[in-house]
């Protein structure tokens, strides 16, 4: 069974950095596309970066520069470095298994808040 | 404003059929896979639709996804209660190299 689980999620202020964490079982992260995309509160689901197995990544023009995706092959988790944080990145985070690079399998989300 | 434009409500009484519709361009939809998502309240995304048209299993065969062109459509028959939901259409964009999500519909059962 798929199973993908996020955490680090919290209160920072702006202009602050957190790393989130996406813990996967029943599935090889590095063997697959992985993804983050976020939903701000009351709003639409926002695609945020993208892994592919072989390495390359890819970032939505909104968090290009500030945002970092990478993987742990060992650990088997896949992560998103987030700097520079702005009121407008407050969101909930998903991680996803994106076989055809498109979500198919999410976690439950991580709540980031920025606010001073 | 989103690059998949979807209309913003859509509603149904019970045992109806509803269509949601799903607007891109040639880089998006014209081009890739479209997938559909149904969002309960507080809880996370959960795929129906996936390639166009495929259904994962476990997922009601009155859920069912079409794409023609530059556009898709997710159609919900047998209207219930329970597919009060927001959905949201998404691809693969070849122009932005990124997902592109749709705004997202808020489906109410009357």
Redesign the interface.
Known sequence: EVLLVESGGGLVQPGGSLRLSCAASGFTVSTNYM?W?RQAPGK????VS?IYSGGTT???DSVKGRFTISRDDSRNRLYLQLNSLRLEDTAVY?CAR?P??????????TLVTVSS | Q?VLTQPPSASGTPGQRVTISCSGSSSNIGS??V?W?Q?LPGT????LI??NNQR?SGVPDRFSGSKSGTSASLAISGLRSEDEA?Y?C???DDSL????????TKLSVL
């Open positions: 993804s995309v639409g689901l926002e695609w993208i890819y970032y939505a998903y994106t055809e690079r498109l979500p198919k399998y999410w976690g439950q989300g | 989103s890739n896979y997938y998502y969002q996370a995304p959960k795929v996936y390639r994962p927001d949201y998404a691809a693969w190299s990124g997902v592109v999500f749709g705004g997202g």
